[in-house]
């Protein structure tokens, strides 16, 4: 099984977050996809994500609810996160 959308980045998780992923693989998920709603966000799943890279997926982005006058300038730095310096 693979949840496809799981907020776990949030306040509410906090505290019990290895317990949260415990039991999500005890139930049967094989992978989580963690979605990103805006930059801070999308920097904290990516730090997160790349403590269980077999088990979390980071989705990073904006959140239509999110989308701001500079939202380019938000994706540019999104994208930053994603690629290598030597690559840009």
């Known amino acids: ?3 496809t959308h799981a907020h776990i980045d949030g306040e509410e998780f ?3 977050l290895p317990d949260v992923l415990r039991r999500a693989r005890e139930a049967g ?3 989580i996809f ?4 805006d ?4 920097q ?3 730090e997160l994500c790349r403590r269980q890279p077999d088990f979390l997926f980071p989705m990073v982005g904006l959140h239509p609810e ?3 006058e500079d939202w ?3 994706l540019e730095k999104i994208h930053s996160l994603l690629v290598p310096r030597s690559s840009q």
């Open 29 to 31: 998920v094989e992978q």
């Open 39 to 42: 930059l801070k966000s999308s």
């Open 14 to 16: 906090r505290d019990d």
């Open 1 to 3: 099984m693979i949840d």
């Open 72 to 74: 380019r300038e938000e």
């Open 44 to 46: 904290a799943i990516l």
């Open 34 to 37: 963690v979605p990103a709603i």
């Open 66 to 68: 999110e989308v701001r």
